[in-house]
């Protein structure tokens, strides 16, 4: 098991994974920074005390959060932390939107929708080959709960008593064509996976406590779990401008600095 560390060991992991993410983007002038900012206290729980990248799977279901597995995984130690400066170039094995080379992850999904069912295949795979220390999880975001084969996969994982599978869901309502709940109405999420006979935990996605206290409960009983994490495109950094798009930030470089200087100080 990951080794046991404070909120605030946790706290600071989560900057370090937006100052990762920030350097990641600027080169570019434009990224995937908001998907950052609001998961970074949940990659980071998950890193610091739940993932045993020597048990278990990990799925980044929308492709284009492998920025924050990236970072997050530098921050553990199980990614060379030089590659993140490769992000997003051509050749580089840490393209933008993930693919099945991505390292880090045992899979990405280009097609929103679809990470759920290859952790309940992993899950599965697990409980007939009797690997029962195994925990599978799967980082999802909550536009993905639009799309039919989400919950097609919750009612298979549900009906099978999936157990060890953890899906930790990023609901920042945000997607491309804009807020969530603008979209679609999604919630009550919770009941609806509780619906579908999983174990649901709704809490502040940035409270390390509250997530931290999820995780330990997750993938523990007969039944596979959901950690919903209601989040913000915006935490952790507040230079942002306030008409920042959160799901593609642009990133100009006075802007990129400023938010350089911001991170390192607080980490400092």
Request: net charge negative; aromatic share 6%; with cysteine.
């Amino acid at each position: 098991m990951p080794a046991v560390t404070t909120g605030a060991d946790v706290n600071r992991f989560a900057d370090s994974v937006r100052l990762r993410a920030v350097r990641m983007v600027a080169p570019h002038g434009f990224g995937y920074l908001g998907q950052v900012l609001s998961s970074a206290e949940l990659v980071s729980t998950l890193y610091s005390t739940a993932y045993r990248p020597d048990r278990d799977q990990l799925v980044c279901s929308p492709g284009h959060y492998i920025i924050a597995v990236f970072a997050a995984a530098a921050e553990a130690g199980l990614l060379d932390e030089d590659l993140l400066a490769t992000y997003g170039f051509n050749d580089s094995s840490l393209e933008a939107i993930g693919t099945e080379r991505s390292p880090a992850v045992d899979l990405t999904c280009g097609s929103l929708g679809t990470g759920l069912s290859g952790g309940v295949g992993f899950a599965l795979s697990n409980r007939l080959k009797g690997v029962d220390d195994a925990r599978t999880f799967v980082l999802a975001s909550d536009g993905e709960l639009e799309e039919g084969q989400t919950w097609e996969a919750a009612l298979f994982a549900g009906h099978q008593r999936l157990g060890r599978l953890v899906v930790l869901l990023d609901a920042n309502d945000s997607q491309v064509d804009g807020p969530v709940s603008s979209i679609t109405t999604i919630d009550p999420i919770a009941a609806k996976f509780e619906a579908f006979g999983w174990d649901a935990y709704d809490v502040d996605g940035h409270d390390v406590d509250a997530l931290t206290s999820a995780l330990a409960s997750a993938g523990t009983h007969d039944r596979p779990s959901v950690v919903i994490a209601r989040t913000s495109t915006r935490q952790g950094l507040q230079v942002l401008p306030a008409h920042a798009d959160g799901h593609f930030i642009k990133l100009p470089a006075p802007l990129a600095q400023d938010a350089v200087s911001e991170l390192e100080a607080r980490l400092a």
